[in-house]
C-alpha cells in the first residue's frame, strides 16, 4: 500500500494526491501507533511524507489538495503529539505565507 501512495502522491493529477492524502490518512488512523509499529509506516510518514511531501503540497495549484494536507497533518500529530509538534514547527511560516 505505501508504494502505490508515493505512486499517488507523485502524480502529475489533483485527483492521485487527494487521494494519497486520504490513504495515508486511514493507514494513520488504523495501523500507527508511536508505541508499536512497523518501521516502514514510521519511515514512510516522518520521512517520506514529512521530508519529500508537505512542503511540496502545501503549494500545491489545487485548493482541495492543500485543504486536504491539513487534515493528514492534524492526524500525524494526534498519532503521534511530541514528534509531531518538533517537526511541524518547522512548517510553521511556510504554512503562514501562503494563507490566501
Known amino acids: 500500500m505505501i508504494d502505490v501512495l508515493k505512486l ?6 489533483w485527483e492521485d494526491r487527494y487521494g494519497a492524502i486520504n490513504g495515508s490518512i486511514l493507514l494513520l488512523k488504523y495501523f500507527y501507533s508511536p508505541e508499536e509499529n512497523e518501521p ?20 500545491d495549484g489545487e485548493f482541495r489538495v492543500r485543504n486536504q494536507l491539513g487534515l ?5 500529530i494526534a ?22
Not at 499517488?8 to 493529477?13: D, G, H, P, Y
Not at 493528514?72 to 500525524?76: A, D, F, I, P
Not at 511530541?82 to 511541524?88: L, P
Open 8 to 13: 499517488m502522491f507523485n502524480s502529475t493529477r
Open 40 to 59: 516502514t509506516i514510521k519511515y514512510f510518514f516522518w520521512n517520506t511524507i514529512r521530508s519529500e511531501q508537505i512542503s511540496k503540497l502545501l503549494i
Open 72 to 76: 493528514m497533518m492534524k492526524e500525524m
Open 79 to 100: 498519532k503521534d503529539p511530541q514528534k509531531g509538534a518538533t517537526h511541524f514547527q518547522a512548517f510553521h511560516d511556510m504554512i503562514l505565507s501562503n494563507i490566501e
